[in-house]
């Protein structure tokens, strides 16, 4: 059973910085992706950023330039640095790994950017 336990998340001002941490626990052994996702309210759950064991990264659109993603394979732990944040930021972001025919999400972290 493989377990991710986030923290990171909370309120902040616009412009503000957060990081978010997820830590993977379990039967783990070599995790390929790790990423992060966020859902808004009344919105479908939306990729943010994702990166390979490889250390290739993958970004949407909306936060290319604001937000890095980062990870360490031998602690199978994956972060994501955001800065500038906006309020159209606002949503719960879940940490998601996949590996080998298995996947797992955490059970989400709240981002809410207003001033």
């Known amino acids: 059973q493989v377990q991710l336990v986030e923290s990171g998340g909370g309120l902040v001002q616009p412009g503000g910085s957060l990081r978010l941490s997820c830590a993977a626990s379990?039967?783990?052994?070599?995790?390929?992706?790790m990423g992060w996702y966020r859902q808004a309210p009344g919105k479908q759950r939306e990729l943010v950023a994702a990166?390979?064991?490889?250390?290739?990264?993958n970004y949407a659109d909306s936060v290319k330039g604001r937000f890095t993603i980062s990870r360490d394979n031998a602690e199978n732990t994956v972060a994501l640095q955001m800065n500038s944040l906006q309020p159209e930021d606002t949503a719960v972001y879940y940490c998601?790994?996949?590996w080998g025919r298995g996947a797992a999400w955490g059970q989400g972290t709240q981002v809410t950017v207003s001033s």
């Open positions: 998601n790994i996949a």
């Open positions: 379990g039967n783990v052994f070599t995790i390929n992706v």
């Open positions: 990166i390979f064991r490889g250390g290739g990264t």
